[in-house]
């Protein structure tokens, strides 16, 4: 099978690598191509998936392209990693909307709805060009903002392009752990939007776990979301959040914390892995061993602001070993081999959630097999919750509207229209300024 990696040259790829060369299994990918505008990047990580692969037989092929059309055709699977603007793009979105007394995180309220905007007309013309040249492909999202992307994607593929986050099942297996249950064991109820989920229930041998952890104030503030979040907090909702949900709970305080901050996270980034690639043209450097000690310093400071705000501490070491790339290969293996699992995945709605349409994509369990991901019937949201996640979808929609229209009023109803932000006036002012520092919004009129 033949893997395609858009945004190959991106950092995470090493890890998406790794979990092909574990799988031995029958029907497995055989070949990836590695896509990207930047030459050097693609030549830097493919260092890294070479020497990962010089002790490994059989080591999925790699190649590298800055061809477009090339890298998609023949493709069984095409996973979407791209980054349009890079680390400075992301950078910039900090700015601007703290600069507004707003938050910028790359998905969640102002910032998001930038990246999004300049996002998702690169995101439909890869759509385009995937049902033209390879009409058979699989196409797994985990471009940012994952959901809204998703969704643009699947006007032009239908179910055919899936989404897929860490998030959730990282947070899973955190209660799961604190639970004394296998994850691999456990049922995690899970609904909402990318990064705008709760866990309403885990149940494990048919038990519904989550009311013993709810009660208990010493298990439930020892791991991450309690941490995060409080123990009454969490008591109060009677359902554990995704740790996205802190931008919105504590917004003030998490603002403050970025305002004060040293480095936003996006220049932190755009700083360290300048590093990495740098290192990278250096022919004697070792290419592995840098890439690892990178991304172990790029694990361990993963929210820390929202940590700090909060107080609660350094993340635990178990919580550094991401868990997308797993997502990523256990799709592909549900869907090639026909082998039936339960993933959570973003995915068009089709009736799961009354309050949407059946075109939002949304965040759920989803049963996979040789036909795709098909969401699973959740019990409806409560109140708050579905108030919530309709305001954030209706943002994305007019997102959606202004990506495709090219209308200034539009985007501007979107960023107004977001519950973090709080002025018509300051929504005018954030499309100012985002237009003024990112070339690919000009189409903005």
Request: charged share 25%; with cysteine; net charge negative.
């Amino acid at each position: 099978m033949k893997l395609t990696i858009l945004g190959g040259g991106g950092f995470r790829v090493p890890l998406v690598y790794g979990a092909l060369l574990a799988d031995r299994g029958e029907g497995r990918v055989t070949r990836v191509v590695l896509h990207d505008l930047d030459d050097s990047r693609l030549n830097a990580v493919a260092r890294v998936l070479g020497e990962q692969a010089a002790a490994v037989p059989d080591a999925p092929e790699v190649t590298a392209t800055t061809d477009l059309d090339e890298a998609l055709r023949g493709a069984d699977f095409v996973f979407s990693a791209i980054r349009v603007g890079g680390l400075e793009g992301r950078a910039d979105d900090e700015r601007v909307a703290l600069a507004q007394g707003v938050l910028g995180q790359e998905t969640v309220g102002a910032g998001g709805i930038a990246y999004g905007l300049r996002t998702v007309p690169v995101a439909v013309d890869i759509a385009r060009r995937v049902a033209h040249l390879a009409p058979d492909a699989w196409v797994i999202n985990f471009t940012n903002p994952a959901g809204l992307v998703t969704e643009a994607m699947s006007r032009h593929l239908g179910d055919r392009v899936i989404g897929i986050c860490d998030s959730p099942v990282g947070l899973g297996r955190r209660i799961a752990r604190v639970l004394g249950a296998d994850p691999k064991e456990a049922w995690i109820d899970y609904v909402g939007l990318n990064h705008l989920g709760w866990v309403r229930g885990l149940r494990v041998a048919g038990r519904d776990e989550l009311p013993r952890l709810l009660a208990d104030p010493g298990l439930l503030g020892s791991f991450e979301e309690g941490k995060l979040f409080g123990v009454d907090w969490l008591r109060s909702l009677g359902a554990i959040p995704n740790e996205y949900l802190h931008y919105y709970y504590f917004n003030r305080e998490t603002v403050q914390a970025y305002q004060q901050a040293e480095k936003t996270r996006g220049a932190f980034l755009a700083d360290q892995q300048a590093r990495f690639y740098e290192e990278m043209k250096r022919p004697g450097a070792a290419a592995l061993s840098a890439w690892d000690r990178t991304r172990a310093e790029r694990e361990a400071t993963y929210m820390a602001e929202n940590r700090e705000s909060a107080g609660a501490g350094e993340r635990d070491a178990d919580d550094l070993s991401g868990g997308y790339e797993k997502v990523a290969l256990a799709l592909m293996r549900a869907i090639a081999r026909d082998e039936r699992t339960t993933l959570i995945l973003n995915v068009r709605n089709q009736g799961t959630l009354s309050v949407l349409d059946a075109d939002a994509v949304i965040e759920v369990p989803a049963l996979v097999d040789a036909n795709g991901a098909h969401p699973v019937s959740v019990a409806p949201l409560p109140e708050h919750a579905t108030g919530l996640v309709c305001a954030v979808k209706g943002v994305e929609r007019e997102v959606l509207a202004a990506a495709e229209s090219g209308s200034r009023a539009t985007a501007v109803k979107a960023f107004a229209l977001h519950p973090l932000v709080d002025s018509v006036n300051v929504a005018r002012r954030l499309v100012e300024g985002y237009t003024d520092v990112h070339p690919g919004l000009a189409y903005l009129r």
